[in-house]
C-alpha cells in the first residue's frame, strides 16, 4: 500500500554550499534530502521510501561547533510503500526453487511464496523449473503473480521486509 507521510528530517549542508541570496542553499537542501531520503531506505513504521513529493518547511540553520557545516531541520511530504496482512498485490517471479519461489513487488525483493501456499501447484524440474497445475498454469521467472499477504517481518540490519504470501484464496495465481 502507498501511504503519504509528513516527515520532519534534519539535513546538513556543507558551509561552501551556503550563499546570501537563499537559491543555492535549496537546492542544495533539497538535493542533500533526496540523497539522505534514498540512503535510508525504509523504516519499520513506514516502509520503503520512495518519493519526496513537496518540501514544506526549511527551519533555522545551526552552526555545527566542529566542522562548520549548518544543519536544518526540514519537514516534507513523501510517499512510502508498506505490505500489510491481508493485502492483494502482484509481484513477479525472480527465483524459482523447490520448495517456493521468490517474487518482486515494487521495492520488496524478498516476497516468499512457499510451495505449501500454492494449492494444486506441483513443482516441475529442468533448465527453467517452474510450478504447474492440472490446468496447465504456470508459476515460473518472470511471471506476474496476484498473491495475499499473509505475514511480514522487519530486518534492522539490512532495513528490509521479509513477506510470507499465499495463493489460497479466489483470483489469486498467475496474471495473463
Known amino acids: 500500500m ?3 507521510v509528513k516527515l520532519p528530517w534534519n539535513v546538513i549542508i556543507p558551509a561552501e554550499n ?7 542553499l535549496q537546492r542544495s537542501i533539497i538535493i542533500r534530502l533526496l540523497d539522505d531520503f534514498t540512503c535510508r531506505k525504509a523504516t519499520k513504521d513506514l516502509g520503503y521510501y520512495l518519493a519526496v513529493s513537496s518540501l514544506e518547511r526549511i527551519g533555522e540553520g545551526k552552526v555545527r561547533q566542529y566542522s562548520g557545516d ?21 509481484g513477479v517471479v525472480h527465483k524459482v ?45 518472470d511471471v506476474s503473480v496476484r498473491f495475499i499477504v499473509i505475514g511480514t517481518k522487519w530486518l534492522e540490519a539490512d532495513r528490509e521486509f521479509q513477506v510470507l504470501v499465499s495463493l489460497e484464496g479466489d483470483f489469486l495465481g498467475p496474471v495473463s
Do not use: A, W
Open 97 to 141: 526453487l523447490k520448495h517456493g519461489v521468490f517474487l518482486r513487488c515494487g521495492p520488496v525483493e524478498n516476497v516468499y511464496l512457499s510451495h505449501l501456499k500454492m494449492p494444486d501447484y506441483k513443482y516441475v524440474p529442468g533448465e527453467n523449473p517452474v510450478f504447474m497445475n492440472d490446468k496447465l498454469s504456470k508459476i515460473g521467472k
Open 70 to 90: 549548518v544543519l536544518f531541520p526540514v519537514v516534507f511530504n513523501g510517499v512510502t510503500f508498506k505490505l500489510f496482512r491481508g493485502e492483494i498485490l502482484e
Open 2 to 4: 502507498y501511504l503519504k
Open 18 to 24: 551556503l550563499d546570501q541570496k537563499g537559491l543555492i
